[in-house]
C-alpha cells in the first residue's frame, strides 16, 4: 500500500518537474527574443569637428567600438560639428536631448563653468594628458567632474578619454622670440588659455576648430592654436602661415570627452553600460597609437611637402606662460570653490605622480640622440 501511494507520487512529481522545467525553457528561449523585438537602441550624435578633422575619425572610431562591442544592440550615429548644433553647443544640446551623445572637449564648455577647462587647459602641474586621465579615474576627478556638471545642471554622463600630446604654441607669420612679440596678436585658443594668453597680451577670440583658417586667411586673426600636425595639416594651417612653434604650456595635459544625455544613458541596461566604460578605455589607448602614427608622418610631411618651419618655443616664453598662468588659476580659485577644489585635488595628486614619473622614467633624449643625432647608430645597426 504505502509503495504503491510512493509510486503514483513519484510518476505525479515527475510530471509537475517535467512540465515545469519545460515551461522555464520555453521562458528561457524566449527572453532574448523578447528583448531583441524591442530593437536596438539608436543613438545620434554630433562631434565637434569638421568632417575632414582627425578629430572626427577619432569620434567615428569610438562609436564603431560601441556598435561592434554590443552587437548592433546599441548603434551610435555621429554627424560632424555644425549638422545640427554649432561646435561649442553640444553640451546643451546633449543636456536637453537634442543630441543623443557627442564627442568633444572641456574647455569648450568654459563659458558654463570655468573649472571645466581644469581638464586640460593649463600645464596639468607638470603632468601629461595620460597622467591627468590617471587623476580623473583614481584620483577623486571622476566624482569632481559629476559634481562640477551638477552645479550647472547639465543632463549628462561625462567620459573623458582620449589623451593627447603637448600641443603646439602655435602659427604665426614670423617666429616668436620673447614674450613681447605676443603683445597685440589678435589669437585663436580657447578654456583657460584664454586668461593666459590675454595675460601675455595677446587679444584673443576663441573659435572652434573649423572657422580658424578662414580668419588667418581674412585678417581677422594674426595667430592661432589648434592641436596637432595632422588637424592643423588637414584643416589648411600651412596654406596660410609656414611657421609654426612647437611646445607650449597652455594645453599640455588636454583629453577628449565623451558625452551621454543622462536621461538616455540611465535607460541603458547595466551590462550595455558596462560595455560603454570599457570601450571607452579600449578606445583611448587606439586614438592614443593612432595619433602617434598619424601625428608624426603629418609632421614629416608639413617639413618637407608643404615647406612649413618649426621652431622651439623659447624658455623665456614658457616661464612666463607658468607666473601668469599660476596667477589665473588662484584669482579663479578665489571666485569659485569648486574650482578651487578641483585644483587642490589635482595638485596633491600631481606632487605624487610626477615626483614618481621624475624620479624613474629615463630621459628619452640621449637614446635618439645617440640614435638619430650626429652619429646616427641607428644607420649602423
Given at each position: 500500500?504505502?509503495?504503491?501511494?510512493?509510486?503514483?507520487?513519484?510518476?505525479?512529481?515527475?510530471?509537475?518537474?517535467?512540465?515545469?522545467?519545460?515551461?522555464?525553457?520555453a521562458a528561457m528561449v524566449a527572453a532574448p527574443s523578447v528583448v531583441k523585438a524591442q530593437g536596438p537602441v539608436n543613438m545620434r550624435w554630433q562631434s565637434t569637428?569638421?568632417?575632414?578633422?582627425?578629430?572626427?575619425?577619432?569620434?567615428?572610431?569610438?562609436?564603431?567600438?560601441?556598435?561592434?562591442?554590443?552587437?548592433?544592440?546599441?548603434?551610435?550615429?555621429?554627424?560632424?560639428?555644425?549638422?545640427?548644433?554649432?561646435?561649442?553647443?553640444?553640451?546643451?544640446?546633449?543636456?536637453?536631448?537634442?543630441?543623443?551623445?557627442?564627442?568633444?572637449?572641456?574647455?569648450?564648455?568654459?563659458?558654463?563653468?570655468?573649472?571645466?577647462?581644469?581638464?586640460?587647459?593649463?600645464?596639468?602641474?607638470?603632468?601629461?594628458?595620460?597622467?591627468?586621465?590617471?587623476?580623473?579615474?583614481?584620483?577623486?576627478?571622476?566624482?569632481?567632474?559629476?559634481?562640477?556638471?551638477?552645479?550647472?545642471?547639465?543632463?549628462?554622463?561625462?567620459?573623458?578619454?582620449?589623451?593627447?600630446?603637448?600641443?603646439?604654441?602655435?602659427?604665426?607669420?614670423?617666429?616668436?622670440?620673447?614674450?613681447?612679440?605676443?603683445?597685440?596678436?589678435?589669437?585663436?585658443?580657447?578654456?583657460?588659455?584664454?586668461?593666459?594668453?590675454?595675460?601675455?597680451?595677446?587679444?584673443?577670440?576663441?573659435?572652434?576648430?573649423?572657422?580658424?583658417?578662414?580668419?588667418?586667411?581674412?585678417?581677422?586673426?594674426?595667430?592661432?592654436?589648434?592641436?596637432?600636425?595632422?588637424?592643423?595639416?588637414?584643416?589648411?594651417?600651412?596654406?596660410?602661415?609656414?611657421?609654426?612653434?612647437?611646445?607650449?604650456?597652455?594645453?599640455?595635459?588636454?583629453?577628449?570627452?565623451?558625452?551621454?544625455?543622462?536621461?538616455?544613458?540611465?535607460?541603458?541596461?547595466?551590462?550595455?553600460?558596462?560595455?560603454?566604460?570599457?570601450?571607452?578605455?579600449?578606445?583611448?589607448?587606439?586614438?592614443?597609437?593612432?595619433?602617434?602614427?598619424?601625428?608624426?608622418?603629418?609632421?614629416?610631411?608639413?617639413?618637407?611637402?608643404?615647406?612649413?618651419?618649426?621652431?622651439?618655443?623659447?624658455?623665456?616664453?614658457?616661464?612666463?606662460?607658468?607666473?601668469?598662468?599660476?596667477?589665473?588659476?588662484?584669482?579663479?580659485?578665489?571666485?569659485?570653490?569648486?574650482?578651487?577644489?578641483?585644483?587642490?585635488?589635482?595638485?596633491?595628486?600631481?606632487?605624487?605622480?610626477?615626483?614618481?614619473?621624475?624620479?624613474?622614467?629615463?630621459?628619452?633624449?640621449?637614446?635618439?640622440?645617440?640614435?638619430?643625432?650626429?652619429?646616427?647608430?641607428?644607420?649602423?645597426?
Amino acid at each position: 500500500m504505502t509503495k504503491s501511494r510512493n509510486r503514483t507520487w513519484d510518476k505525479t512529481s515527475r510530471r509537475k518537474f517535467l512540465s515545469g522545467a519545460a515551461v522555464a525553457g520555453a521562458a528561457m528561449v524566449a527572453a532574448p527574443s523578447v528583448v531583441k523585438a524591442q530593437g536596438p537602441v539608436n543613438m545620434r550624435w554630433q562631434s565637434t569637428w569638421p568632417s575632414k578633422d582627425i578629430f572626427h575619425e577619432f569620434a567615428v572610431d569610438f562609436a564603431k567600438k560601441i556598435n561592434d562591442m554590443t552587437g548592433g544592440d546599441l548603434k551610435i550615429e555621429v554627424l560632424p560639428a555644425g549638422a545640427v548644433v554649432p561646435a561649442f553647443g553640444l553640451l546643451d544640446a546633449v543636456s536637453q536631448g537634442t543630441l543623443d551623445g557627442g564627442h568633444g572637449v572641456l574647455v569648450y564648455h568654459y563659458g558654463k563653468q570655468t573649472a571645466l577647462a581644469l581638464w586640460g587647459s593649463g600645464p596639468g602641474f607638470a603632468m601629461d594628458a595620460n597622467m591627468l586621465l590617471a587623476w580623473h579615474k583614481y584620483g577623486g576627478g571622476k566624482e569632481l567632474l559629476a559634481k562640477l556638471y551638477d552645479s550647472i545642471g547639465a543632463n549628462v554622463v561625462s567620459f573623458p578619454y582620449g589623451p593627447m600630446p603637448t600641443q603646439p604654441l602655435g602659427w604665426f607669420k614670423n617666429p616668436v622670440a620673447k614674450v613681447e612679440d605676443i603683445n597685440g596678436l589678435k589669437f585663436r585658443t580657447v578654456g583657460i588659455s584664454i586668461d593666459v594668453f590675454t595675460g601675455l597680451g595677446a587679444a584673443v577670440n576663441a573659435l572652434p576648430g573649423g572657422e580658424i583658417v578662414s580668419a588667418l586667411d581674412r585678417g581677422l586673426l594674426d595667430a592661432a592654436e589648434f592641436n596637432n600636425a595632422s588637424s592643423d595639416r588637414v584643416l589648411g594651417f600651412p596654406d596660410v602661415s609656414k611657421i609654426c612653434m612647437l611646445q607650449s604650456y597652455h594645453q599640455n595635459a588636454e583629453q577628449f570627452e565623451i558625452l551621454f544625455n543622462k536621461t538616455k544613458y540611465d535607460a541603458l541596461p547595466e551590462q550595455m553600460k558596462a560595455i560603454i566604460g570599457n570601450a571607452t578605455e579600449a578606445a583611448s589607448q587606439d586614438m592614443h597609437w593612432k595619433a602617434i602614427d598619424r601625428y608624426s608622418k603629418d609632421y614629416r610631411e608639413m617639413q618637407t611637402a608643404d615647406k612649413v618651419k618649426f621652431y622651439k618655443t623659447p624658455d623665456v616664453i614658457l616661464k612666463k606662460q607658468l607666473e601668469v598662468y599660476d596667477e589665473v588659476v588662484k584669482k579663479k580659485a578665489g571666485e569659485n570653490p569648486l574650482f578651487k577644489e578641483i585644483l587642490i585635488s589635482q595638485i596633491a595628486f600631481a606632487e605624487r605622480a610626477t615626483r614618481w614619473e621624475q624620479d624613474t622614467v629615463v630621459s628619452r633624449r640621449m637614446a635618439f640622440d645617440h640614435y638619430f643625432g650626429e652619429n646616427a647608430a641607428a644607420k649602423k645597426i
